[in-house]
């Protein structure tokens, strides 16, 4: 009986995807009571040839190609060809717990649950610098740094809000999935990034909104990997540009396709440069550099989506469908 199916979308990462699954190969939970579903999003590399020498060493493997462009494609590729109810989305830079399928399985024994995750750790592929500590934020869960998609709210079972799991870490219901109309775009190639939406993040005001079962479990656990590139002010500033499209695309959804004025812009930059001082007079000083890197790619990419959008009646289309099952 297939439990669980987990699913991959990947696009040109091929040296990634060894570690990725061997990591699911080494799960304490049986094999036969899982699939894994990659959906290869339009490589060009060595993908097709590293999930073909994967294939036989699983008992329930499935490879889908499709090239239409968006993370969101991939996502729902696999739930449409997934036959467990419970569905296990992971980035394809992930390095599972051993515990990580077999915990999972466990919290949806509750029915009363509906969505899961547990910690993203970080796995350094080099020595971070001194700033990097000074990102994380605490809630009342435990630790993260939204920048990085890594949390650590510590070894306790407990109910958590949905919108602190993560897509790299995030199994749910299918039929929720379905009734929240599915992910929203995401992770666009390099030139279609004023298609991007805000992913899972719709999904998770769903759950929230009608106060569903969030649980994270410290044994449903990954590691995420940091590459080098990713340990610095640009990588910083091009995650955030990307995040401040994410945010337009999502205030443009909710005003039911207003954009904002002029002065609006200007209020939140002003507000954002505030928070800015106040931050480097309370923190230590190594925390300016990156948070201004952080505010000024937010703003950026706010401002570029929202220009984009005023003048491109396409692209607002695109930004109010109702759903993205069939893009």
């Not at 570690?19 to 579903?37: A, G, K, T, W």
């Amino acid at each position: 009986m297939i439990k669980l199916s987990v699913i991959i979308p990947t696009r040109g990462r091929a040296s990634l995807l060894s570690r990725c699954f061997d990591s699911i190969l080494n799960q304490s939970f049986p094999q036969d009571n899982f699939e894994v579903i990659v959906i290869d999003n339009g490589s060009e590399d060595s993908t097709a040839e590293v999930c073909k020498s994967y294939a036989e060493k699983f008992v329930n493997f499935k490879y889908l190609y499709d090239d239409r462009p968006g993370l969101h494609v991939g996502r729902h590729l696999g739930m449409k060809n997934a036959r467990a109810d419970i569905l296990v989305y992971a980035d394809d830079d992930i390095r599972a717990f051993p515990s990580w399928l077999e915990s999972i399985d466990e919290s949806f024994r509750n029915e009363k649950t509906v969505l899961v995750g547990g910690k993203c750790l970080p796995e350094f592929e080099t020595q971070p610098p001194k700033w990097f500590e000074y990102l994380w934020e605490r809630n009342e869960y435990g630790k993260f740094i939204g920048h990085y998609s890594v949390l650590d709210f510590g070894d306790e079972i407990k109910e958590i809000s949905p919108h602190f799991v993560w897509g790299c870490n995030f199994s749910i219901r299918k039929q929720i999935l379905i009734e929240a109309k599915g992910f929203h775009p995401d992770k666009m190639p390099d030139g279609l990034i004023k298609l991007r939406g805000d992913g899972e993040t719709a999904v998770s005001d769903y759950i929230q909104a009608r106060k569903f079962f969030t649980v994270y479990n410290p044994k449903a656990s990954i590691y995420h990997l940091v590459p080098a590139e990713r340990l610095s002010l640009e990588y910083l500033y091009e995650r955030n540009f990307a995040q401040g499209v994410s945010n337009s695309y999502s205030d443009i959804r909710k005003s039911g396709g207003a954009v904002k004025s002029s002065a609006a812009k200007y209020f939140k930059a002003f507000k954002s440069r505030v928070k800015i001082i106040i931050k480097s007079i309370f923190m230590n000083r190594n925390i300016l550099e990156p948070q201004k890197v952080i505010e000024k790619g937010n703003l950026d990419g706010y401002y570029f989506h929202q220009a984009e959008a005023a003048g491109d009646k396409l692209l607002l289309e695109w930004i109010l469908k109702q759903d993205y099952f069939n893009d």
